[in-house]
């Protein structure tokens, strides 16, 4: 069993910065499987946003975020991050991070992934 839990999200301007945090804990450490973010507007599907192999290799991201976001991991803290910047607010969303079923591939579709965080809100004002 994974517990992940995301930190950092709030409400900020159109143009501005934030830094999403995913902590993990349990039997499966970052390093090795691969982690994605997420993200689910409301009355819409649950959308990907970004993810990481486990060899940090192999990185993707949402062509909508694309140049703007940017995923990263810290083994020793067993600690995934989506630093998200220039943000629009059709970025509103919450944001969950999940951990990948495979440490190759850095998927985009939720049936990859196995352990979800309970989200963070962020909300971005024009």
């Known amino acids: 069993q994974v517990l992940l839990v995301e930190s950092g999200g709030g409400l900020v301007q159109a143009g501005g910065s934030l830094r999403l945090s995913c902590a993990a804990s349990g039997r499966t450490p970052i390093s090795s499987q691969s982690m994605g973010w997420f993200r689910q507007a409301p009355g819409k599907e649950r959308e990907f946003v970004a993810a990481i192999n486990s060899y940090g290799n192999s990185i993707r991201y949402a062509d909508s975020v694309k140049g703007r976001f940017t995923i990263s991991r810290d083994s020793a803290a067993n600690t995934v991050y989506l630093q998200m910047n220039s943000l629009k607010p059709e970025d509103t969303a919450v944001y969950y991070c999940?951990?990948?079923?495979?440490?190759?591939?850095?998927?985009?579709?939720?049936?990859?992934?196995?352990?979800w965080g309970q989200g963070t809100q962020v909300t971005v004002s024009s």
């Open positions: 999940a951990q990948g079923r495979s440490p190759w591939s850095s998927g985009s579709s939720t049936r990859e992934y196995i352990y």
